[in-house]
């Protein structure tokens, strides 16, 4: 049976979903092909209807990664001023929530260590998205004359991930909480965003 192009897209979403939660908990280097097939309930055998290989599904799934990123940090910071929405995107980075939403959130957290082990195409995605992030916060700091708000936002998404990463691997909940809520509020310190709140 032959599909539309609208059906094979929206298959190959479905592929990319999944592959992209498998990844953040286990890892690029874990994952199957196999089983990511099966959790978008489809057979391993459509695979390469989609996809010349494990390298390009990866790609796709940390390009599509950094699209939810993306759309996260829209929706926290949409219709508010840029101190509003940077304290609210602060706030959801460092949550609890999001700490322990392993399968979902920042793909920088999940996957900073993988990295050099990834191919080509897969670093120059991650690195991109990176980019596009610092990039949209750069503009909220820009717009509170911030001076030179593109290093400012590097450093602020540094901690953010920072932070994250170490409250996922702290085994003590009191600690990994701590560590949320210090950075929470330095980061707002630093930039001036307790004070103008």
Wanted: a positive charge; glycine letters at 6%; hydrophobic letters at 40%.
């Amino acid at each position: 049976m032959r599909y539309d192009t609208e059906h094979k897209q929206k298959t190959r979403e479905k592929v990319v979903h999944a592959a992209a939660r498998a990844i953040r908990i286990d890892g690029p280097e874990r994952i199957g092909v196999a089983a990511v097939m099966a959790e978008a309930g489809l057979t391993h055998g459509g695979f390469y209807a989609h996809f010349a290989s494990k390298d390009e599904l990866v790609s796709a799934a940390i390009e599509h990664m950094f699209e939810q990123s993306r759309a996260r940090v829209v929706h926290e910071t949409e219709g508010r001023g840029p101190v509003e929405g940077l304290i609210a995107y602060i706030d959801f980075y460092l949550s609890k929530k999001h700490r322990d939403a392993r399968g979902a959130g920042c793909p920088m957290a999940a996957l900073s260590s993988d990295l050099p082990r990834l191919s080509e195409s897969s670093r120059e995605q991650f690195a991109a998205g990176a980019r596009r992030l610092t990039v949209t916060l750069g503009e909220k700091l820009a717009a509170l004359d911030h001076v030179d708000a593109e290093a400012a936002a590097r450093s602020m998404v540094a901690e953010l991930v920072g932070a994250l990463s170490l409250s996922r691997v702290e085994t003590d909940a009191k600690r990994s909480d701590a560590i949320l809520s210090a950075s929470r509020h330095q980061l707002k310190q630093r930039f001036h965003l307790e004070v103008r709140a």
